[in-house]
């Protein structure tokens, strides 16, 4: 198992950037497919971004795409998430996703370890 720590959530005005970050520890972490997920109050827990284990092939939710990048780091045991031109509507916690093996899935079942969260405020 690792444990997944996030960071790099704030606030931040309409048109910004942020980079999230998220530290697992662990020796097994190049082994994980990891994802970024979010979820606003009053709402389910939605996809963002995924990433194979070896950072080859990510994937992302349409609301995202263009505008999120996702990459990891197998020798910081870390994944990113760097978000330009933030909306308002991306308000959420977000959290950071690992599952043993091969990834692609976009529903939080599949995934077994996760972070904390870590929020994110977009002001308009």
């Known amino acids: 198992q690792v444990q997944l720590v996030e960071s790099g959530g704030g606030l931040v005005q309409a048109g910004g950037s942020l980079r999230l970050s998220c530290v697992a520890s662990g020796r097994t972490f190049s082994s994980y497919s990891m994802a970024w997920f979010r979820q606003s109050p009053g709402k389910e827990r939605e996809f963002v971004s995924g990433?194979?284990?070896?950072?080859?092939?990510?994937s992302y939710a349409d609301s995202v795409k263009g505008r999120f990048t996702i990459s990891r780091d197998n020798a910081k045991n870390t994944v990113y998430l760097q978000m330009n031109s933030l909306k308002p509507e991306d308000t959420a916690v977000y959290y950071c996703?690992?599952?043993?093996?091969?990834?692609?899935?976009?529903?939080?079942?599949?995934?077994?370890?996760w972070g904390q969260g870590t929020q994110v405020t977009v002001s308009s």
């Open positions: 996703a690992g599952r043993l093996g091969f990834g692609g899935y976009r529903e939080t079942r599949f995934y077994d370890q």
């Open positions: 990433l194979s284990r070896s950072g080859g092939g990510t």
